[in-house]
């Protein structure tokens, strides 16, 4: 169990480059959005592309990472959008533009954006269960399921007609004629162990965020059925991260919970975009969890499609 990067999933590890990649994240202007925006251009990225809400924060990390970058003599572009993913149509238009500036003046294969990283989200503490106003909750599930969703759908917007479906009454959308482009994408959900934990006074956040990342496992069932499976889907829990949202929410300082730095949560996902990382796509993780331990599993999770899901086991039980 880490509390801190190691070298296995450090960025500057060339098994875990990300060279002439474009990544995009949402909420990337600070806490671990900002941090994953750091992780991926130490990686090498060819573009960093960062959404939230406010401008003056968009600004502020805009100007940090290109001084970061050109002081280490890195090349990597960042481009900041300002809008909420709330909102379909503007998230959409913030994809088709990000299309548009990579194939600009480029020849060859169009371009498109890679990664993504689903990493805003609704914080909501401290009140019981039926003690929180219902417009928290109807903001959280509007944040942390429809606005990552708006996110995913803008990504795979090229490929969506294509997933295959199989209704349950048999019926099965019709792909056959359609072709899609084959590039290898993958998604990064944000997750919490929190649903899964006794962890008072988090019910908006942890119902929306489980919500989500609840679609993304039915989602990487259809889009896997795709020819190479190009698409990957990692939903991960980040750690307990001091971050500047848990701060406004908490007294973090009278907590004693086991905090991790994080750069552990950036890091897990720049190695979780990784070719060696393939074999978890579809799988819950966990950022504390050692990689190495996970690679030496390579098998088992082949051999045990339910190892690290979230699922119901149910054992028999004899009733007299």
């Known amino acids: 169990m880490h509390h801190t990067s190691y070298p296995a999933i ?5 098994q875990n480059s990300a060279a002439r990649k474009t990544v995009v994240i949402s909420g990337g202007a600070g806490g671990i959005g900002y941090a994953t925006a750091q992780a991926f251009s130490v990686a090498g990225a060819s573009t960093i592309v960062i959404f939230t809400r406010r401008q003056t924060a968009l600004d502020e990390a805009k100007a940090s990472l290109d001084a970061e970058n050109s002081a280490a003599g890195r090349k990597t572009q960042v481009w900041t959008y300002q809008l909420d993913i709330q909102n379909a149509e503007a998230t959409q238009s913030a994809f088709a533009s990000i299309r548009q500036r990579l194939n ?12 993504i990283v689903c990493n805003a989200a609704a914080l909501a503490q401290g009140s019981a269960t039926l003690d929180f106003d219902m417009e928290v909750y109807r903001n959280a599930f509007a944040t942390n399921v429809i606005g990552n969703l708006n996110f995913v759908r803008a990504f795979l917007a090229p490929e969506a007609s294509a997933i295959p479906f199989v209704a349950i009454d048999g019926q099965v959308k019709q792909t056959t004629s359609l072709t899609y482009p084959s590039r290898k994408k993958t998604i990064l959900d944000v997750s919490t162990v929190a649903p899964l934990t006794d962890f008072p006074g988090t019910a908006p956040y942890s119902a929306s965020k489980l919500a989500f990342t609840s679609i993304m496992r039915t989602l990487y069932t259809e889009a896997s059925k795709l020819k190479d499976s190009p698409i990957r889907i990692h939903s991960f829990n980040p750690g307990v991260i001091k971050t500047p949202g848990t701060k406004d929410l908490l007294d973090v300082d009278a907590l004693d919970l086991p905090w991790v730095d994080v750069s552990l949560a950036a890091h897990f996902a720049v190695w979780l975009a990784s070719p060696a990382a393939a074999f978890t796509s579809g799988r819950f993780m966990v950022s504390n ?21 979230l699922v119901l086991n149910l054992r028999s039980v004899l009733v007299f």
Not at 104 to 115: A, F, L, S, Y
Not at 289 to 309: G, I, Y
């Open 10 to 14: 450090s960025p500057d590890n060339a």
């Open 104 to 115: 600009k003046g480029e020849e060859g294969d169009e371009k498109d954006v890679d990664i």
């Open 289 to 309: 969890w050692d990689v190495e331990e996970l690679l030496a599993e390579e098998e088992r999770f082949a051999a045990e499609p339910d190892l690290c899901s």
